[in-house]
């Protein structure tokens, strides 16, 4: 491990990325558009009353925070990597002496540390537009911090095995749209977990979705007991053992295999 | 130059594209999955939404998925070349950006036929089928009958609905002649989502918003309310003359813009 070569990454993109601030915060913008359409038309449909324990007040909450999850947890370089691997331009990063995954990282954090804070101000005028009341646990917050933390590597860590396919499919990004679709639906955005038919409910709590956006989103809520915390993090855990896991076999073999042509 | 050859290249173009795409056979299986999906969230996120409430904002389900099934054609519509067109030109990586727009200038065809046309996607037809068959559930939920003349007055809001969204997109990837880093085109596709759902159910301002400003009212609302008859003749018209003002800046943006091009490299 080339921890170094890691920090000199990052530090390296930050600086790159910070002078395009505008061209990032336009995209954070379009990337928060959808949630709060998703605010606008659940605040009108709870007017008539509480649906699936979620006030008027709890909904715009829930989709606010949501917001921030999204930004924090979003990744960017999967789309990226997958069209590396495509044409070609892989070969430079796989020349250099740190491992593969350290370029995306550099990129993950040096994208988040821009985006943030520009999300956050956004976030605050929007609740005080909407007059939202707030009420904050120290304890409710810091399992929602570390439900947060899960959530960034689970989504990161799913969404970068995919692009990897492309070693072996040469295109990966139909089924890195696929990805994000389910994440779409199976996350909350489309609705809180807790208004879907109980079915889908249970099933949403076994795939890997539930955990990258709307764990964290219901436990800074407080909509979850002590029981519903300690299974999340388990089952969120162990999606992120298993694709870690994988991630490292589909490097290893996926660069084996890898060939280019030209410089 | 005779019309035929427009057509011709057209022709071109789209087998070029068919012939791009097909190489990729898994990513061809994924794009039917993704289809299949994302009408999966549509519907699900309608069905929800209802499930829980009778009406929202005095709109039914079935108009509301009327609504959603007119939105998806007119985004596969867009799909199919205006947006890869676009992107091509003033997106990410575009030609504006990395200077290949060099060889774009060079070629003996009208510029503006030339760049709006040139690059198609074939994915978008899965949507279109998919969006038709929408349209078609919901008008028979609704029981609506389908007469002749409501299919014409329908095309043309189509007609209307995408050439303003042609004008605007144009505007937008223009703006890359003069401030090179700046994607708006990318949030374009964002801020049309506001169209799966009819924009009455939307709090005032916002109605306003989209109606004037971003004006996805004309683009995928009016459309819907033809077909639910409920639109009046009046709006039909103002979104003809909004049409065509749109057209005619953004032609003229775009033609000025070109003199603004600089090459970036040789």
């Avoid at chain 2, 070629?107 to 074939?122: D, G, N, T």
């Avoid at chain 2, 007055?153 to 937008?172: D, H, P, R, T």
Wanted: glycine share 10%.
């Amino acid at each position: 491990m080339n921890l170094r070569g890691g920090l000199a990454l990052i530090r390296g993109q930050l600086f790159g990325y910070l002078s395009e601030k505008g061209f990032f915060w336009t995209l954070a913008l379009g990337w928060m558009t959808a949630p709060v359409i998703y605010l606008l038309v659940w605040q009108t449909a709870v007017a008539g009353g509480a649906i699936g324990g979620y006030d008027r007040n709890d909904v715009i909450l829930y989709y606010l925070c949501l917001i921030v999850v999204n930004q924090a947890t979003y990744p960017t370089t999967h789309w990226t990597t997958a069209e590396h691997i495509h044409n070609g331009t892989i070969s430079a990063q796989l020349l250099r002496p740190v491992p593969l995954i350290y370029h995306a990282l550099g990129t993950e954090f040096a994208v988040k540390i821009v985006c943030l804070p520009f999300v956050s101000a956004v976030v605050i005028l929007l609740g005080m537009g909407f007059k939202v009341r707030l009420t904050l646990e120290a304890e409710g917050l810091m399992i929602a911090a570390a439900a947060l933390v899960f959530a960034a590597v689970l989504r990161f860590l799913l969404a970068y095995a995919i692009s990897l396919l492309a070693f072996w499919t040469q295109q990966s990004n139909a089924l890195l749209q696929v990805n994000d679709t389910l994440v779409f639906l199976l996350a909350g955005q489309v609705a809180p977990l807790a208004m879907f038919p109980d079915e889908l409910h249970k099933l949403a709590l076994l795939l890997p979705y539930r955990y990258v956006v709307s764990f964290p989103v219901e436990a800074a809520l407080g909509k979850l007991s002590a029981a519903e915390i300690g299974s999340g993090f388990a089952i969120s855990g162990g999606w992120i053992l298993g694709l870690a896991l994988l991630t490292g076999l589909l490097t290893g073999r996926g660069t084996k295999k890898y060939t280019s042509v030209g410089g | 130059m005779s019309i035929m050859r427009y057509f011709r290249l057209i022709g071109m173009f789209i087998r070029a594209a068919i012939q791009n795409e097909t190489a990729y056979r898994l990513n061809v299986v994924m794009r039917l999955l993704g289809t299949g999906l994302s009408l999966a969230g549509g519907i699900g996120g309608i069905a929800i939404l209802f499930h829980n409430s009778g009406s929202v904002n005095g709109w039914e389900e079935a108009e509301t998925l009327a609504v959603l099934g007119v939105y998806m054609l007119v985004l596969s519509l867009n799909g199919l070349f205006v947006s890869p067109s676009m992107h091509k030109l003033g997106g990410m990586g575009g030609e504006i950006e990395t200077g290949t727009f060099d060889y774009t200038l060079l070629r003996p065809v009208a510029k503006q036929f030339y760049i709006s046309v040139r690059e198609w996607s074939v994915w978008p037809l899965f949507d279109l089928a998919v969006s038709l068959g929408v349209i078609g559930v919901a008008a028979r939920r609704m029981e609506a009958e389908l007469s002749a003349s409501s299919l014409v007055l329908f095309l043309l809001s189509l007609v209307i609905a995408l050439g303003i969204l042609y004008s605007l997109m144009l505007l937008l990837s223009s703006i890359a002649f003069w401030y090179r880093g700046t994607y708006v085109l990318w949030i374009m596709g964002d801020l049309l989502q506001t169209g799966r759902y009819p924009i009455g159910i939307y709090p005032k301002p916002v109605k306003l918003l989209l109606t004037w400003v971003f004006p996805v009212g004309f683009i995928v609302s009016t459309p819907a309310e033809v077909l639910l008859r409920k639109s009046e003749p009046v709006t039909l018209l103002a979104g003809l003359i909004l049409m065509l003002i749109l057209f005619a800046l953004s032609s003229v943006f775009f033609n000025r813009s070109l003199r603004k091009y600089t090459s970036a490299s040789s």
